[in-house]
């Protein structure tokens, strides 16, 4: 199956600084990625889709101005978490679908391994 | 708005009792219904995708099967590393035909005991 590297996999930084999230896709081209965050316990919840070269679409509640997406090329999407606050704590996974569908014999996302975010 | 509803949120098997999951889903024009595994401090790993009612698929002790209203996880002879939290998820037709957001229900943690 296609990979998705998603970096750092555990960060702790102090309250008030901010944190970037890197999400690549290896070995395939993902116009379309996504971003969730999961509490302990619970299901994924979707943060905003990005699609390359365009501003990401942020899920009601959800904070653009502090939670910036950047998707620059088709590889390569990053989550930037601004003045970070202990209730940001979480953990933070992207996927990307793959693309083309016919290629990868239907509609498929893969996931990165997740992002541990602590914030003291 | 799309929903899934995944039951139970919690089963325990022993080594080789088979069992099901299932996923039950309200979307306006399904384009497709995932499963995905989900191991602690992981990403989700992806299944199988099912696409039309009456689609089924099969990867070693898993079988997916599709209605319209829901999906079965079928585990034949569970082994302990099958234990691990599995997640259903959809994705509808968007208004211009487009990729819709996808929506996770909240999992069943399956557990295998030895």
């Known amino acids: 199956g296609a990979v998705v590297s998603q970096h750092p996999s555990w960060v702790i930084c102090k309250s008030g600084t901010s944190v970037k999230i890197e999400c690549r896709s290896l070995?395939?081209?993902?116009?379309?990625m996504f971003w969730y965050r999961q509490f302990p316990k619970q299901s994924l919840m979707l943060m905003a889709t990005?699609?390359?070269?365009?501003?990401?679409?942020?899920e009601q509640g959800v904070e653009k101005d502090k939670f910036l997406i950047n998707h620059a090329s088709l590889t390569l999407s990053t989550l930037t978490v601004t003045s970070a606050h202990p209730e940001d704590s979480s953990f933070y996974i992207c996927?990307?679908?793959?693309?083309?569908?016919?290629?990868?014999?239907?509609?498929?996302?893969?996931f990165g391994s997740g992002t541990q975010l602590s914030v003291l | 708005e799309d929903q899934v509803t995944q039951s139970p949120e919690a089963l325990r098997l022993q080594e080789g009792e088979s069992s099901s999951l299932n996923c039950s889903y309200t979307?306006?024009?399904?384009?497709?219904l995932f499963w995905y595994r989900q191991d602690p401090g992981k990403g989700p790993e992806f299944l199988f995708t099912?696409?039309?009612a009456g689609e089924e698929k099969e990867k070693e002790r898993l079988k997916a099967t599709l209605t319209k209203k829901e999906s079965f996880l079928h585990i034949t002879a569970p082994k302990p590393e099958d234990s691990a939290t599995y997640l259903c998820?959809?994705?509808?037709?968007?208004?211009?035909?487009?990729?819709?957001?996808?929506?996770f229900g909240t999992g069943t943690k399956l557990q295998v005991i030895p």
């Open positions: 070995d395939f081209q993902a116009t379309t």
């Open positions: 979307v306006s024009g399904l384009r497709g």
């Open positions: 990005s699609n390359e070269g365009s501003k990401a679409t942020y």
């Open positions: 099912l696409y039309s």
């Open positions: 996927s990307a679908r793959a693309w083309p569908p016919d290629f990868w014999g239907g509609e498929k996302l893969f």
């Open positions: 998820a959809v994705t509808s037709h968007g208004l211009s035909g487009g990729y819709q957001k996808v929506t």
